[in-house]
């Protein structure tokens, strides 16, 4: 009896080594014909991973999904040629959706962004863009692509080309060197603002105005905005667009410190401490405090669908007040208007510095308060924006202040011709534009050392400054050719 347990025992182990050597083999015979069939893999192992993963999620999404047989084969391609982008594509809802390369990338062959460059579809009846303009984006997202075009966000490039004095800074910046105004242009301004992007020689953009990753687009299909500035490709994650750091990289620094304000403010001390922890994949308008999440980012106050509210592109909505602008007004000029009248006409225009809600500044201080009142009393957060407002208020008095010393010196002819080199207007300048700016977005924003270090203190001294500028000029009735100082020398 002892002998037979014995051989039965030694025979168990046999089949279950056996077993877990043909499930190895059978193992890495899948993983080497997927080598196999996808060369670059074993020619390059630094992209093994990610071709590896997306090889595979490209297979189960063409099976699965719906991709067409044209998409399928882009994807097969750059599951070699750009391993990363594809992985990047198969986790994002678009893939899930079927939504392939080519439902955004091709566009008709008279499109002006139209081109075969690519390899896989010289000599057929399919044209491709490398860029995706908002006009194809609205296919699918026709609401938000127009909550946005009704954005301040939308002017962002628009605006610059069209205002003479942006225009005469960039000509300082590159020292008077036409070669190295887009090296100016492109490195700053316009990877925040964005580019009126042209096309060269082959179809392809120049390198003079793209890449661009800002949100103020203008695409040579006449499409306004760069909905991928926020959702950023190929993911194009509502997670990654909700936390502050998609804001930052343009909001942030010494003229509008937004993201230093929100990082250092009880609000952005709670992301900080419990951010892991929340719900950001809940859908738009399903994202709830309290149960998502347990403080605001920059989303949340400014588009998410809050406390009754419809979520929104359009970041002016729930503003009152215009707090970039050399005087604070309120918000009364309803929708922005730089993007439609570049699609109506062409033309390039400041756009509406006043947009906000079209109901009017109370209705857009209502609606914000409104996403207040999901975590405060109505009290609490009334009583905070009244404060703000009164600090809007008196910024405004240092800029009237400020403002008609400086139209008197002008009236006067006692400003210099070159801005830039007068401690007058240089004082003026980081007065509003970066002070000023700290000062006001503080104040709202709940950044107190902002709303008064970097801030009024600031400002109270660059006005003592201008003053003593001024009241020299008017005693001689003439500008010193050797004066210097002022605000923003050395900084």
Known sequence: MK????????????????????????????????????????????????????????????????????????????????????????????????????????????????????????????????????????????????????????????????????????????????????????????????????????????????????????????????????????????AQARKPSS??????????????????????ALFAAHGDKWHWDSPPGAWIPGNDYNAPTCATCHMSGVNGLQPTHNIDMRLKWNLWAPISKERTGGYETAAFEYMKTGKFTAGNPLAGNPKGPQEARKEMLQVCASCHTTSFASNYMAQADKQIELYNKYAHAASEMINTLEKKHLMMKDPWADPAFRTYYYMWHHEGRRMRQGAVMEGPDYSHWHGVFQLQQSLRILQAIYNQRMKDGKIDPNQIGGVGMGE
């Open 247 to 268: 804001c930052a990289t343009c909001h942030l620094g010494p003229d509008h410190p937004d993201i230093e304000v929100y990082d250092n403010s009880v609000h952005g």
């Open 3 to 238: 002998k037979t347990l014995v051989i039965v025992g030694v025979v168990f182990l046999l089949v279950i080594v056996g077993s877990a050597s043909w499930f190895l083999s059978q193992a890495n015979k899948s993983q080497n014909q997927i080598i196999a069939e996808n060369p670059i893999v074993s020619q390059n192992n630094s992209n093994l991973r990610y071709a590896n993963i997306a090889y595979s999620e490209k297979i189960n999404m063409s099976k699965g999904k719906g991709v067409t047989k044209e998409a399928a084969t882009c994807i097969e391609c750059h599951a070699q040629k750009t391993p990363a982008i594809v992985q990047d594509w198969s986790k994002s809802s678009m893939a899930h959706a079927g939504v392939s390369c080519i439902d955004c990338h091709g566009v008709s062959k008279e499109n002006p962004m139209a081109n075969q460059n690519c390899p896989g579809v010289k000599g057929t009846n399919i044209y491709v863009s490398k860029m995706v303009s908002p006009k194809t984006c609205a296919k699918c997202h026709p609401n938000e692509v127009k909550e946005f075009e009704e954005s301040g966000h939308a002017r962002a490039a628009i605006q610059i080309a069209a205002l003479k004095p942006d225009q005469a800074l960039l000509a300082h910046e590159d020292m008077g060197m036409p070669q190295y105004k887009d090296a100016v242009l492109l490195t700053g301004c316009a990877q925040c603002h964005g580019s009126i992007i042209k096309m060269g020689p082959n179809h392809e953009p120049t390198q003079g105005t793209w890449p661009s990753h800002g949100i103020g687009n203008v695409y040579p299909d006449g499409g306004v905005g760069n909905c991928a500035s926020c959702h950023f490709n190929h993911q194009f994650s509502i």
